[in-house]
């Protein structure tokens, strides 16, 4: 079975990561991926998407509400171009109104899925929505990283429906997994050795809230002058936060990583890991460094499904200050939980790829009318 993953562009972001993560995981003998994206370029994960036997087709144009009728032609083109795929799983919210009706027109299975809770209110977040709202009418499955993510673009009808699944943004939890020893061998390797190294990973964007990060760090290295920031991803917002990093006197200790394909090392070398979004649908990410055994800090924007083990992630208002996330990171140092024992917890929480993959399996299985084998529940 091929299954068409509709998508902007295949590079290093969180739902990309997680596609990623599952295509790895799954049984490609039986659930292939192709991707059809919306980007002429070269992506980070096209090479790999070849290695594992899927294609990547950029047949698509950007969509900008204005080439409405183009970017219709375009996906029916597509689509009879194309019988092979099963079913279609869509990814970007605002052209799914087009792309997701006409699958169905073509016969084939739809699926929505909800990557991340409403952005604050904005031009282009109230288009977004009004753009989004009939998918909750036009689609055969609908998939959320958590159900505030699925509430907010599907809403409460469709969550609490049958046809509605959360699909946990499950990690390979054996390649984050790491005690201490390790953990010191890595920051010795990096030369961070005498270094307290605070960790960030995400796109440099609106809603991850740098500045905010910034201005609390400053306020932490004056307690901890050994402290260094290390902020892993890119985006268009970068020379911005270098500049307030400038501003602010922290810019000597500030790392900007940009993207790597081995976060996994980076996980390890942190001594803990902040993260004050302004909402997330999940933050994949955060779990990634609770499986490496980092203390971490999150906003309440992020949902509470994000902690693995309240006694090694905790939650904080974004409306408490810098100051006060800067005590709260002083804090998070000292804590009781064995780095260790991070793999463990995630894995309990049910976020090990493994299980998730095998889940989307038969879940795909099942919605394109295939006989299966019973499935546990409807979560993943």
């Known amino acids: 079975m091929r299954v068409l993953q509709v998508i902007g562009a295949m590079d290093r972001g969180g739902a990309e990561t997680?596609?990623?993560?599952?295509?790895?995981?799954?049984?490609r003998d039986r659930i292939q991926f192709d991707f059809l994206v919306h980007e002429q370029r070269a992506c980070d994960y096209d090479e790999?998407?070849?290695?594992?036997?899927?294609?990547v087709f950029r047949e698509l144009p950007r969509f900008t509400v204005a080439n409405a009728l183009a970017y219709r032609k375009a996906c029916r083109g597509f689509l009879g171009r194309?019988?092979?795929?099963?079913?279609?799983?869509?990814?970007?919210?605002?052209?799914?109104?087009?792309?997701?009706?006409e699958a169905r027109r073509a016969g084939r299975v739809s699926i929505a899925?909800?990557?991340?809770?409403?952005?604050?209110?904005?031009?282009?977040?109230?288009?977004?929505?009004?753009?989004?709202?009939?998918?909750r009418f036009q689609a055969d499955g609908f998939l959320a990283c958590s159900l505030e993510a699925g509430i907010d673009r599907?809403?409460?009808a469709v969550v609490e429906g049958d046809r509605f699944s959360v699909l946990r943004n499950a990690i390979d939890v054996a390649a984050f997994q790491c005690d201490e020893r390790g953990h010191a061998a890595v920051?010795?390797?990096?030369?961070?050795?005498?270094?307290?190294?605070?960790?960030?990973?995400?796109?440099?964007?609106?809603?991850?809230?740098?500045?905010?990060?910034?201005?609390?760090?400053a306020?932490?290295?004056?307690?901890?002058?050994?402290?260094?920031?290390?902020?892993?991803?890119?985006?268009?917002?970068?020379d911005e936060v270098r500049a307030h990093a400038l501003q602010s006197g922290c810019a000597d200790d500030v790392v900007f990583w940009g993207v790597t394909d081995d976060v996994a090392r980076l996980q390890k070398a942190f001594d803990l890991f902040v993260f004050p979004s302004l909402s997330e649908g999940l933050a994949m990410s955060a779990i990634e460094a609770q499986a490496a055994g980092v203390p971490a800090l999150l906003s309440?924007?992020?949902?509470?499904?994000?902690?693995?083990d309240g006694r090694i992630a905790t939650r904080l208002d974004l409306s408490q200050g810098p100051q006060a996330w800067a005590d709260a990171m002083v804090c998070a140092l000292d804590h009781p939980f064995e780095r260790a024992s991070g793999a463990q917890a995630v894995c309990a929480a049910g976020f090990d790829i493994a299980r998730t993959a095998a889940w989307l399996e038969g879940y795909y299985r099942r919605l394109a009318g295939e006989s299966m084998e019973p499935m546990e529940g409807g979560r993943a």
């Open 18 to 27: 997680m596609i990623m993560n599952l295509y790895r995981a799954i049984d």
């Open 48 to 55: 790999e998407i070849a290695d594992l036997g899927g294609s």
């Open 82 to 101: 194309h019988p092979e795929h099963a079913i279609v799983h869509g990814h970007i919210g605002s052209s799914a109104l087009i792309y997701l009706p």
């Open 113 to 135: 899925h909800s990557h991340a809770r409403h952005f604050p209110l904005s031009p282009t977040e109230i288009l977004f929505r009004a753009l989004s709202f009939p998918v």
């Open 154 to 156: 599907f809403g409460r």
């Open 187 to 217: 920051k010795d390797e990096l030369g961070w050795a005498d270094r307290v190294v605070v960790g960030h990973v995400g796109r440099f964007d609106p809603v991850k809230n740098h500045r905010f990060l910034i201005e609390a760090f």
């Open 219 to 238: 306020r932490f290295r004056r307690r901890v002058p050994e402290a260094l920031l290390v902020l892993v991803g890119r985006g268009a917002l970068e």
């Open 300 to 308: 309440t924007g992020v949902p509470e499904l994000s902690v693995m």
